[in-house]
């Protein structure tokens, strides 16, 4: 895993990011091409949103819940080296619609420490191979 591709649909994510940047920080060589990598990490899949939890007697969100799922894999070479793998986490907020800025910065809040969570997660499981 010390000279690492990471393979996704989304270059932009949040969640790419932010394990591109962990990655990088624990030593690992990211590469921008799979030629000369030892192992391909390959994010299949990441997906964020927010449903609605509850509503008031007039039919308005109260509660809110912002989710963030991700699926990946490793392999190096023709091994896979991890199965694929996901993880979906959640988090909820309660909402008032007097307070929508500070609702909206509560709920990016929300998703930076969701991405941050899974992407402890995925270190954790990638230094245990």
């Not at 963030?68 to 309660?94: H, K, M, W």
């Not at 991405?115 to 402890?120: A, G």
């Amino acid at each position: 895993m010390q000279r690492t591709y990471i393979s996704t649909p989304d270059r932009f994510s949040q969640f790419y990011r932010e394990l591109r940047r962990n990655l990088q920080a624990a030593g690992v060589e990211v590469l921008d091409s799979p030629a000369d990598a030892t192992a391909t990490l390959t994010i299949l899949y990441d997906f964020t949103d927010q449903r609605v939890l509850s509503v008031s007697a007039r039919n308005v969100p109260t509660e809110f819940e912002v989710f963030y799922t991700v699926r990946y894999a490793i392999t190096s070479g023709e091994q896979n080296l991890l199965e694929p793998q996901e993880l979906t986490l959640t988090r909820d907020y309660t909402y008032d619609a007097t307070l929508v800025l500070g609702k909206a910065r509560e709920e990016q809040l929300m998703r930076d420490a969701i991405v941050d969570d899974l992407v402890r997660v995925v270190l954790k499981q990638i230094s245990a191979i």
